[in-house]
């Protein structure tokens, strides 16, 4: 988490979202941040972890994270490319 708000906070980044994943054995953890009000954070983590199971995810509008089953982790990076529109 640290790494992430250190890069959110950088002026080239404001207008971005930025998602850190990170996989602990069985387990990936990701975070993501953003300083652009049009962007929901915990929206975005919330719609990405569905139809995966075993997940968990939500937060804050400017920030949140979801715990996947690492076997999921193609299926995820799918529905959060799905859902900020770049197929």
Request: hydrophobic share 40%; glycine share 6%; net charge positive.
């Amino acid at each position: 988490s640290l790494l992430i708000n250190e890069l959110v906070v950088r002026k080239e980044n404001v207008s971005k979202i930025l998602i850190l994943i990170s996989k602990r054995g069985e387990l990936v953890n990701a975070s993501a941040r953003s300083r652009d009000d049009k962007v929901d954070c915990n929206w975005l983590m919330r719609e990405a972890i569905k139809g995966i199971p075993n997940s968990d995810g939500g937060g804050h509008r400017p920030a949140a994270a979801a715990t996947i089953p690492a076997e999921y982790l193609n299926d995820f990076k799918k529905n959060l490319l799905r859902l900020l529109g770049k197929k």
